[in-house]
């Protein structure tokens, strides 16, 4: 069975209904033979992402930057999973009230270090989500666990 890891930092309210939408999308009922494992950023380890194959990554965006837990994450993970990871797909999403250029452009480099292929294309949000976004996140989520479907 495929392995779709999501990674999050979900401190406030707006993170937490893009991430439950994206949960939604990764485990919608048409979606077979695949198992959605869902880590916080501040508790995944590098066995975590090598028994994953593919990732959805979400954050808030502070201080024009991913938050420091995503940081966290990869800085933890970066070598440990540089090699083997290469190839696979993720895909993003991201609350900002303002600014989000930096964390936008920070994932992008990290995950092109990785080798890791995005698989759909972000999901940003400015302010409060509105049924537009939060229909985008469940399409993120079912995107990325499709393309891990057999």
């Not at 209904?17 to 979606?31: C, K, L, N, R, Y």
Request: glycine share 12%.
């Amino acid at each position: 069975m495929a392995r779709l890891l999501i990674i999050h930092h979900t401190p406030s309210p707006f993170t937490q209904a893009m991430f439950e939408a994206v949960v939604s999308g990764a485990t919608d009922p048409e979606i077979e033979g695949v198992e959605v494992v869902r880590r916080a950023a501040l508790a995944v380890t590098a066995p975590d992402v090598l028994e994953a194959d593919g990732y959805l990554l979400g954050t808030p965006a502070n201080l024009g930057y991913i938050s420091g837990a995503l940081k966290h994450a990869f800085d933890t993970i970066y070598y440990p999973c540089l090699d083997s990871t290469r190839g696979r797909p993720f895909g993003l999403y991201l609350h900002g009230n303002e600014g989000t250029e930096g964390a936008e452009k920070g994932v992008t480099s990290i995950t092109t270090g990785l080798g890791w292929v995005k698989a759909a294309e972000y999901v940003v949000v400015s302010g409060k989500p509105e049924k537009a976004h939060l229909e985008k996140c469940w399409e993120l989520g079912a995107v990325v666990a499709a393309q891990l479907m057999g």
